[in-house]
C-alpha cells in the first residue's frame, strides 16, 4: 500500500504544470529572425511589415522587448543599404542584432553560393535572458530550432506563439495550438509592394 502511495505521488509530480493565466495585458517579447521571414516570404511572393506586426502584437500585449535578428552584407552597396534599414528597424521600437552574412556554396544557386546567417543560439539566449520579465513570447520564425526555445518557454510557466509563413514552416511548429499563420493575419501585416526591398 506504502509503495502504490508513493508511486502515486510521483505520478502527480511529474505532471506538466499548464502556463500561468495570461493577465489582461500581457507582457511581451516579439523576436523576429529576419532572415527566415526573409526568405520564407519570397518564396510566398510576399513580405512582412515588421511595423505593422508590431502594432498586431501591441494590440493585445504591452510589448517590452521587440528584437529583430538580420545578417548584414560585408560588401558595397548592400551593406550601407543594410545599415540604413537597421537604422529604420530601430526608430521604429527595434533592437537590432546583426552580424555578417557568409557565403556558403549551393549548387542549386544560378551564382553557386547563397548567403547564410543562423541566429538560433543568439535569438534562444535572448529569450531565455528576457523571460523573467515576459508573460508570453512571440517568435516570428518558421525554423524548427526554437522547439528547443519553446519546451523552455513552458517549462518556466510561460506562453509563447510562433508567427510565421503557412506553407513555409516546419511541421513540428506548424501543428500546434502555438502556431499563428502570418497568412491568417496578411491584410494586416503585409508590405505595400511600393516600398524597396530591402525594407
Known sequence: MQKNKVRMIKTINSKPQLPMKLPPKPKAGLYIDDSNLYNRGKVAGWMTDYKKLYKWVAKINTIVYARIYKGRPRYEPAKSISEAVERYFTKIGYTVTAKDLKKIKDSNSPSGFRNKCNFDVEMHDEI???????????????????????????????????????????????????FVSLDSIKSEIERATNLPTTL
Do not use: P
Open 128 to 178: 531565455m535572458n528576457d523571460l523573467h520579465d515576459l508573460d508570453i513570447v512571440y517568435i516570428a520564425s518558421g525554423d524548427s530550432d526554437f522547439i528547443r526555445t519553446k519546451k523552455n518557454i513552458l517549462k518556466a510557466q510561460k506562453r509563447v506563439k510562433f508567427i510565421a509563413y503557412e506553407n513555409n514552416c516546419a511541421w513540428e511548429i506548424k501543428y500546434g495550438s502555438w
